[in-house]
C-alpha cells in the first residue's frame, strides 16, 4: 500500500495524527526533500528506507513504489503542505493504478494555512473579501490562458499565490494590470512555520524590492489582498457593535447599499469604503423590488441613497419585529441627512446612522427619545459622544446584562456630567466591566478621542511601515489607538503617499504646518540636528502634535523615534455628559 501524505508547511508537529502514524509504520518513505522538514524524518522507525525525491525522475520514484510493494512493504509518499497543491499526485496516483497498486491520501496543514498564521491574518473579511484565489503565475509549467493572474486579479479578492516568488517583477505587473491599486497589501512568507521563516509585509507596488531586499526567491507565498491591512481599518466591527443579546435574530451579513443614480451610487462607495458592505445600484439592472427582497431577509441593515418615502414603502411588506429584521436606513443624495427608519438587532438603525453621519457630516435624524429598548446601549452613547469602542466584543454581554435588569459597573478616567443612566454604577475598580479611558484594559472600553498624533517620517515611508510603527508605539506607550482623533505633520509631508493612506485608513484627518509656525510653539521639545537640518525646525511630531490639538492641550507623549518614523501625542480636554443624542 502506497500512502500520499500531506507533512504539512514546516514545523514537524503540524503533521497530522494519522499522517505522523503512517510514517512510524513505513517501511519506505520517498519525501519531497527541498520542501519537507528533514525533522519530520524522526518520527520513521529504525531501518526505514529513506528516499529524497528531489534528485529523482518520476519513475524513479515509480520504482521504489513498486519494488516495495512486491516486497509487501508500505510507503509513505511524503508531500509538503497539502499534497492536493501543486503536489503532482494525480500522476504518481494514475501510475500505480495501472499496476494495480493500492493507495490512498492524508491530507495535510497547507503552507497557505501556515502563511496565514505566521501573518495572524483572516483571508476572508466580512466587508474585504469572501474569497481566496490560490493561484501561480505561469512559469516552467503553464497556467491555462483563462486563469492569467492578471485576470484573477480582477476580482480584488484575497490571493495567495504558489510557486511565484522567483518571479515577483511579473507578479506585481500582473497585480496592477489587473486593477490592484499600488498601495493593496502584500507579504511574502519564507518558509512559513519553518525555524527559519521570514515574513516580509509590503504593498503589490513594493514587491518586487521587497524580495531583492529580504533575498526572497522560493519556498515562499506572495499574499495579496486588503485582508493583510490593518485590522481596524475594514473592519468596523460593526456586527458586534450592533450584535444583541436577542439570540433568535438570524446570522445576518453586512450592509447592502442601492443607489439610483451616479451621485448616490458615488456617496454609497464612499459609505462602504468607511463601513463595508455591498452597493448596488438600479442603473446596472437592479430593481428595487427584487433587490429589496433579496437583501432583507439577509443583510444586517439596508441603506437606501435616495428619498426615505422610496425605502419605507419598497421594506414595508417585509416589516416583521425589531429583533428579526435588519437596520433600515435613508440617506439623501446630497449627504445631508441619514434617517433610521427601521431599527434592527438593538438600535442597529440608530447606530448606523450615526455612524453614516460621521462619515458624510450628515445629520442623524434620529427619532427615538432614548434608544429603543429603554436601556442604556453602552456603544451608541459612544458613539453620541465622539467617542470610539475597543473590545466590541464585549458589548453583547453588557447590552444582555443591562436588558436583564442588571447594572454594570464603569471607571471612568474622564468626568462626566450628569445623572449616570439607570444600571450604570460608577467605580474606581480595576475590575470594571466597562472603560471610559484612553488606555487599553480588559474590559470593554469607551475612548473619547482625546488624541492628537504628532507624525514626522522619511520621505517614502510606507503606509505599512507607519502601520506596524503605530502599533507598536501604542503597545509600547498603553494607549488605544482608537483614542486617536487626527494626525499632524510639517506641510513638507503634505504629499506623502504613505502617510496619507495612513491617515485616509484610520479615519483621520492630517493637518500639515510650515517649519515657522512649528518652530513658534512654545515649550520644551526634543530637539534633533537631524530634523532641524533635514526641515528647517528642531521638532516636528511634539510640536505638530501640540499645534493641532489647540489652546488647553498637554504633551502627552514625547517623541517615540526609529525606523525613520518619529510619533508624539498630545491630549486635548474632552468633556463628556450621559447624554445618548448628539449636541
Ligand atoms: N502542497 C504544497 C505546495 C507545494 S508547491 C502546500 O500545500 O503548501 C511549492 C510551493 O509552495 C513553493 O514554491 C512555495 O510557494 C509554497 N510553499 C511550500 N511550503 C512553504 C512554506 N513553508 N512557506 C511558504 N511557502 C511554501
Redesign the pocket.
Known sequence: MVHFV?AG??AADLITLRGAELLKAADVVIYAGS?VNPELLQYCKDGCELHNSATMTLDEVLDVMRCAEAAGKTTVRL?????S???AIREQMDALAENGVACDVTP?V???F??AAALGAEYTLPGVSQSLIVTRLAGRTDVPEREALRDLAKHGASMAL????AMLPRVREELLAGGYAADTPAAL??????ADEKIVRCTVGTLAEAGETAGIH????VLVGGFLGAPYEKSKLYDAAFSTAFREGPDRGGIAYLAFTENGRALAQRLRSALGGEVSCTRDGASLREWTAARFPTARALVYVGAAGIAVRAVAPYLVSKASDPAVVAVDEGGHFAIPLASGHLCGANGLALEIADVLGATAAVTTATDVNGVFAVDEWARAQGCAVAGTERIKAVSGKLLAGGSVTVNSTFPISGEPPEGIELTRSGEAEVWVDIRPHAGLTVAPRALVLGVGCRRGTTREALETRFAEFCRAKRVLPEAVRGVATIDLKENESGLLAFCTAHGWRLKTFSAEELAAVEGEFSASDFVAAATGVDNVCERAALLAAGADSEMFVRKYAGEGITFALSRVPVSLDWRLRNG
Open positions: 500531506g508547511p514546516g520542501l508531500h509538503t503542505g497539502d499534497p497543491l501543486y503536489g495535510g497547507s503552507s497557505l501556515g502563511a504558489f510557486l511565484s516568488s512568507v519564507y518558509k512559513a512555520t519553518w522560493k519556498t515562499a507565498l
